[in-house]
């Protein structure tokens, strides 16, 4: 292609295959980079739940291997406040599931919702169950 003397810039042909190089990068990237993300905050789901775990462990010891109530009992001596999902936002805890109202010695935790169905986890999921550890 011959350009004129003195001419910059680019043809409207070269700008289209740019725009679409970039567009295809794009549609490659942006779904690894969905999926990145919600395993991010899945992991950081699974931390609280551990993090719960542990405090609930702790609180077993010292009241004659019983667990409370409910996880409201647990903070802030135990653990400093009860975590949310990220995925959830804020003002979503955790379902706690105690194994009898008066002195409990189990317990399931789990995540409220749907979060994390996007990663092909069931509604329920992760979960923490006493005895059982983390399940996804
Ligand atoms: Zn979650």
Same mark, same amino acid.
């Given at each position: 292609?011959?350009?004129?003397?003195?001419?910059?810039?680019?043809?409207?042909?070269?700008?289209?295959?740019?725009?679409?190089?970039?567009?295809?990068?794009?549609?490659?990237?942006?779904?690894?980079?969905?999926?990145?993300?919600?395993?991010?905050?899945?992991?950081?789901?699974?931390?609280?739940?551990?993090?719960? %775990? /542990? $405090?609930?462990?702790? #609180?077993?010891?010292?009241?004659?291997?019983?667990?409370?109530? &409910? !996880?409201?009992?647990?903070?802030?001596?135990?653990?400093?406040?009860?975590?949310?999902?990220?995925?959830?936002?804020?003002?979503?805890?955790?379902?706690?599931?105690?194994?009898? %109202? /008066? $002195?409990?010695?189990? #317990?399931?935790?789990?995540?409220?919702?749907?979060?994390?169905? &996007? !990663?092909?986890?069931?509604?329920?999921?992760?979960?923490?169950?006493?005895?059982?550890?983390?399940?996804?």
């Amino acid at each position: 292609m011959v350009r004129g003397c003195g001419r910059r810039g680019f043809t409207l042909l070269e700008i289209t295959i740019v725009m679409l190089i970039l567009a295809v990068v794009a549609m490659i990237l942006l779904p690894n980079y969905v999926t990145a993300r919600s395993r991010g905050r899945l992991s950081a789901c699974e931390t609280n739940l551990r993090n719960m %775990a /542990s $405090a609930l462990e702790v #609180y077993s010891t010292e009241h004659e291997r019983h667990f409370p109530a &409910d !996880l409201t009992a647990i903070a802030p001596t135990y653990i400093q406040s009860i975590p949310t999902c990220p995925s959830a936002g804020s003002g979503r805890p955790y379902i706690e599931g105690f194994q009898s %109202a /008066s $002195a409990p010695s189990s #317990y399931t935790l789990r995540c409220r919702g749907a979060y994390h169905v &996007d !990663l092909g986890l069931a509604e329920d999921a992760p979960s923490f169950q006493y005895g059982t550890g983390l399940r996804e």
